[in-house]
């Protein structure tokens, strides 16, 4: 569980910003929790961001038939792979290329470029990773996990798995349990939060943690979820009194 988040920070892959003045902001405003990690981290939870709605609609983003000012994670956002996920991949490889030959133009006359000193290559306007299916963008790492049958995130990168959550090193064994906002998309390196049709649409349900239930299980596990629910409920009740 939190392993996987360990080793990931431990090769530095996180986003550095100075975000005391965002957690002053959340304990003002009554809405910063806590859960028990599954290891010796707090872990403080930006419970706004967690109560945002948020549904990943992969046909509202696809180049080529988005609006024009609608970005998608897996064509504009940068994802620099730390060391051990480049060797993961690069050992999947064979698997990876077979279901993305099959699917992705791109691929035809074998693998392209998979990263650059920036990260992950985007070649003609998206992930290297990613195929353009009827129903919009798809991720081949994620399909090739799954029919594998290996644990997820055994070749996904983690910024990719965790999207839109983000975790933050805080230091001092904290750890802190966010999201893309409009209040902390700068802090993690992007320009703006609206541009995501996935994020912030008040008429998207469930809640961006209950829509990232498997992933934050599968990283925290089922007690911390559970804690991430209670909050939330807490919160905003909070706002309604």
């Known amino acids: 569980m939190t392993d996987d988040v360990d080793a990931w920070l431990a090769e530095g892959d996180a986003p550095e910003a100075d975000w005391g003045s965002h957690l002053l902001a959340l304990a003002l405003a009554d809405g910063l929790g806590a859960a028990d990690g599954d290891g010796d981290?707090?872990?403080?939870?930006?419970?706004?961001?967690?109560a945002?709605?948020?549904?990943?609609?992969?046909?509202?983003?696809?180049p080529g038939r988005r609006p024009a000012r609608a970005r998608s994670?897996?064509?504009?956002?940068?994802?620099?792979?730390t060391p051990g996920e480049r060797a993961a991949i690069t050992r999947a490889l064979p698997h990876v290329r077979a279901w993305m030959t099959e699917h992705d133009h791109r691929w035809a006359n074998g693998p392209p470029?998979?990263?650059?000193?920036?990260?992950?290559?985007?070649p003609r306007g998206r992930c290297v990773f990613a195929s353009e299916e009827a129903d919009g963008l798809r991720c081949g790492l994620?399909?090739?996990?799954d029919a594998q049958g290996w644990r997820r995130g055994?070749?996904?990168?983690?910024p990719c798995r965790l999207f839109p959550l983000v975790v933050v090193d805080l230091g001092d064994g904290r750890r802190l349990l966010t999201a893309v906002t409009p209040r902390t998309a700068r802090k993690v390196g992007l320009a703006s939060a609206k541009v995501f049709p996935c994020l912030g649409d008040p008429?998207?349900?469930?809640?961006?943690y209950q829509s990232q239930r498997d992933t934050i299980e599968a990283l925290w596990g089922p007690a911390v979820y559970r804690a991430i629910g209670r909050g939330v409920g807490a919160w905003r009740r909070r706002q309604t009194a």
């Open 41 to 50: 981290a707090e872990l403080l939870l930006d419970l706004p961001a967690l």
């Open 52 to 62: 945002a709605p948020f549904a990943c609609r992969p046909h509202t983003c696809t």
């Open 73 to 81: 994670c897996c064509a504009d956002v940068l994802v620099q792979p």
């Open 113 to 122: 470029t998979l990263w650059t000193d920036e990260g992950l290559a985007r």
């Open 142 to 145: 994620h399909v090739v996990e």
């Open 154 to 158: 055994t070749i996904k990168p983690m």
């Open 203 to 208: 008429v998207l349900r469930p809640a961006l």
